[in-house]
């Protein structure tokens, strides 16, 4: 009932806005003469309008056509380049300026205080624990954001390493909220973030030190065409990482984590062929080792006592990416192929899952990921106001879990993932623009036959009060494909779910996006329900984990505002409220993550001098643990302040300070309480030579 009631009220708002177009349609005029429509795709321009609004028209379009003006444009949304305030979604563009004054080092670090962004670390300086890695959940839901890399993916079952892209070499993050699964496929269910590298390179050095034993050091090299760069950082102790609980079946109790030695290498390189050819490699490797100690004991079996050792662990990650890209104003396609190889070995003082001491214990484990594909997509301008995009993309997945002391069974899964889409896009007003879009998705030679397909479609409608303020209105269906490891078991402690159901989604949202005088603001309601979210839940009487399917859903509301200031300043805000809920069969809908988020940024540049303070405070939050009942847990707030001196043209002195208010925090949402790190701070220098 509750489904019918929204898509009639749907239903009545896209009624309403149509409606309301051909009063509005009297005081606009035709769009552009086809001959005018080399830019008709960033920008609109009416022939009628007065001549200071023509001039003002053709200049916008004009920057907007051109790689210096990125921040209003927008090409993940709808996979053609727009402006943003003409995108019928919930964006946000995040220039490579306002990346570098943030003071971020990588991209991990640059979306971790975004508008309606969970972010949860593991460890410091991307110190995974393994496949454990740092995540964005997009509106409260876990594991639904898609990771693009120059619009191919990077992702493996479903995770992702973001501190492996250095921010020099970033150009622009487009980031979508919602479903985007249509245009992109498996994972895209509450967002995408779409990471776009630079193209060509200046000379640069840098390097840095902090406290914890944290140095850092870096080379680019490049002109125009090519790029290359190698980066090193390190980070050298951080004492209690985080608590979580011990739920073995002779010990019940509580243990604590610190971490050693976190170091990570990352190095690439890029090669612009022509201005519709480019090629990307990329190499990125983490190790750091992980101590876990007893710290309370509420029952033994064993005689353990606190401060008994429980494990120690050294996990490394070794991850490669390869891309060549082609676009122009029809075609685009893409080959691309990733693959990683995750390992965790170390002394076992405790056993998992029964709390025995095991003098001399030994675990080890290594998986590797790999995926390569090709994707190919060509536009039709079929008139001026009408316009089509057909696309095919094909993927090829393997998991292995590779032979080593703890993995006495080596196991290897692949499939094909099929996927073949369309949107057509039709202007019935100069100010009235409705996209529709479709996508079938399919896999082949899965292991025992287990293949799925999905089909999803989408609407939206964009109304345009004026140039500068418009309402958008979107339906949009969406999935994510179960990953080998929730199917077939990721390690011992994870039990095989073979019968997991694909997950299955439906984002509503009403839109606004203006611009004046030099304000930028955006708001968004939003509905979304997923069937069949496959999630972890603790199975006591065997002392391990195993994937089920649930639902979940969440109701929110965004709103943001972006400011470019008088005197030097500059600054934003973001505020978003929801109520993401999960229930699992024959269960009640309990909340998970946090209802109030708040975010916000200021910068001040004058002369040789920049500063920027941002933050992000999430409150009404739960904790959810795959063994007990959720339950009420601490705001966190997360703080970054970065100063920068420029004695001249060719120099940068930087001061990054973390955690400013040095706060406690635990950025997890589950039993394991991770918390960030106390305050931490990094002196740099970077010269261009």
Not at 31 to 51: F, H, I, L, S, Y
Not at 606 to 614: I, P, R
């Amino acid at each position: 009932m509750m489904q019918k009631r929204k898509l009639l009220a749907l239903a009545a708002a896209t009624v309403w806005t149509a409606s309301a177009a051909p009063a509005w349609a009297q005081s606009m005029q035709a769009d552009k003469p086809a001959g005018q429509q080399a830019v008709a795709d960033t920008a609109e321009r009416t022939p009628a309008a007065a001549p200071a609004e023509k001039e003002q028209h053709a200049a916008d379009a004009a920057a907007a056509s051109h790689d210096h003006h990125l921040g209003d444009t927008v090409v993940t949304a709808t996979r053609r380049m727009k402006r943003d305030l003409d995108v019928p979604a919930a964006t946000m563009i995040i220039t490579g300026e306002a990346i570098r004054e943030s003071g971020a080092s990588d991209a991990a670090e640059a979306l971790a205080k975004v508008n309606g962004f969970t972010y949860k670390s593991f460890g410091a300086n991307g110190a995974s624990m393994g496949t454990m890695v740092n995540e964005l959940s997009v509106r409260g839901f876990k594991s639904g954001t898609l990771v693009l890399l120059n619009g191919n993916p990077i992702s493996w079952r479903g995770k992702y390493n973001l501190d492996q892209i250095p921010a020099d070499s970033i150009e622009r993050i487009e980031v979508v909220k919602g479903a985007g699964s249509v245009l992109y496929g498996s994972d895209a269910m509450s967002g995408i973030v779409n990471i776009i590298t630079k193209k060509g390179a200046e000379n640069t050095v840098h390097a840095g030190f902090g406290n914890f034993g944290q140095r850092e050091y870096g080379v680019r090299i490049g002109d125009k065409r090519f790029s290359a760069y190698y980066n090193s950082d390190k980070w050298g102790h951080q004492n209690d990482v985080a608590e979580s609980d011990v739920r073995a079946s002779g010990l019940k109790g509580s243990m604590r984590t610190d971490l050693r030695d976190a170091e990570k290498t990352s190095a690439g390189l890029t090669y612009r062929f022509n201005s519709h050819l480019d090629f990307l490699f990329g190499y990125y490797e983490t190790e750091a080792t992980y101590l876990r100690f007893i710290d309370r004991v509420d029952q033994t079996a064993y005689g353990v006592h606190a401060g008994d050792p429980y494990h120690v662990r050294h996990y490394t990650t070794q991850q490669y990416i390869a891309q060549l890209n082609y676009h122009d104003r029809k075609w685009k396609g893409s080959l691309y192929f990733n693959t990683g190889t995750v390992g965790a070995k170390g002394r076992t003082d405790i056993n998992s899952k029964t709390g025995q001491k095991t003098p001399g214990g030994w675990y080890e484990t290594r998986e590797r990921n790999q995926t390569y594909g090709a994707k190919l997509q060509r536009t039709w301008k079929l008139s001026p106001k009408s316009t089509a995009v057909l696309g095919l993309d094909m993927e090829h997945e393997t998991y292995a879990s590779l032979l080593a002391p703890s993995t006495a069974n080596a196991a290897r899964y692949m499939r094909n993932n099929w996927g073949a889409f369309g949107q057509w896009e039709q202007k019935f007003t100069a100010r009235d623009t409705g996209i529709i879009g479709v996508r079938e998705t399919w896999t082949t030679a899965a292991a025992r036959d287990e293949n799925y397909h999905n089909f999803s479609a989408s609407g939206q409608w964009l109304h345009k009060l004026d140039r500068e303020n418009s309402l958008y209105l979107s339906a949009s269906q969406s999935f994510i494909m179960p990953t080998f490891a929730q199917m077939y078991g990721e390690s011992s402690r994870h039990a095989p779910a073979p019968d997991l159901r694909p997950q299955t989604g439906v984002t509503y949202e009403l839109g606004w996006k203006a611009r004046h005088a030099g304000h930028t603001w955006k708001a968004a309601l939003f509905h979304m329900r997923v069937k069949d979210n496959i999630t972890p839940h603790w199975v006591g009487a065997r002392a391990e984990y195993q994937y089920t399917n649930e639902d979940f859903r969440n109701t929110g509301l965004e709103l943001s505002c972006e400011t470019q200031g008088r005197h030097g300043f500059s600054w934003n805000w973001g505020l978003t409220w929801q109520n993401p809920e999960t229930r699992a069969k024959g269960a009640d809908w309990e909340r998970t993550f946090g209802k109030l988020q708040l975010t916000g940024g200021v910068l001040y540049k004058k002369g040789k001098w920049s500063s920027a303070l941002n933050a992000s405070y999430l409150a009404s939050r739960v904790q959810s643990p795959l063994h007990d009942p959720t339950y009420p847990c601490r705001p966190y707030l997360l703080t970054s302040w970065s100063t920068a001196y420029h004695p001249d043209a060719r120099s940068e002195i930087r001061l990054t300070v973390d955690n400013v208010l040095d706060r406690a925090d635990v950025t997890s949402h589950t039993g394991a309480n991770y918390r960030v790190a106390p305050t931490s701070w990094m002196l740099s220098c970077n010269y261009v030579f």
